[in-house]
Nanobody, 127 residues
Framework: QVQLVESGGGLVQAGGSLRLSCAAS????????MGWFRQAPGKEREFVAA????????YYADSVKGRFTISRDNAKNTVYLQMNSLKPEDTAVYYC????????????????????WGQGTQVTVSS
């Protein structure tokens, strides 16, 4: 198990940028596939981005492709989500998630794939 703590959320105007961070506990962070999901009020939690244990593969939802970038620093046990050109529809609580690579089935977009979750950080984009 790994404990995850997100930070970096806030209020930003449309067109602005934010960088979210997710700090993980433990010494096995580099063996985890990491993902970002978000949940807007009244909506299902949805996939945003994911990154392989090595950082060599990244995946994005179509709605954020070209605007968001996921990255990780295994030396710092941290995964990042750089969000540019933000839109009001990006407003949501953003959650960091993790899955041991050993048990990973390849469904990076499926919230059921992940068994470790952070508490979330609010991102609000004003128009």
């Amino acid at each position: 198990q790994v404990q995850l703590v997100e930070s970096g959320g806030g209020l930003v105007q449309a067109g602005g940028s934010l960088r979210l961070s997710c700090a993980a506990s433990g010494r096995t962070f580099s063996s985890y596939v990491m993902g970002w999901f978000r949940q807007a009020p009244g909506k299902e939690r949805e996939f945003v981005a994911a990154i392989s244990w090595s950082g060599g593969s990244t995946y994005y939802a179509d709605s954020v492709k070209g605007r968001f970038t996921i990255s990780r620093d295994n030396a710092k046990n941290t995964v990042y989500l750089q969000m540019n050109s933000l839109k009001p529809e990006d407003t949501a609580v953003y959650y960091c998630a993790a899955r041991r690579a050993l048990y990973y089935s390849g469904r990076y977009y499926d919230k059921g794939e992940y068994d470790n979750w952070g508490q979330g950080t609010q991102v609000t984009v004003s128009s």
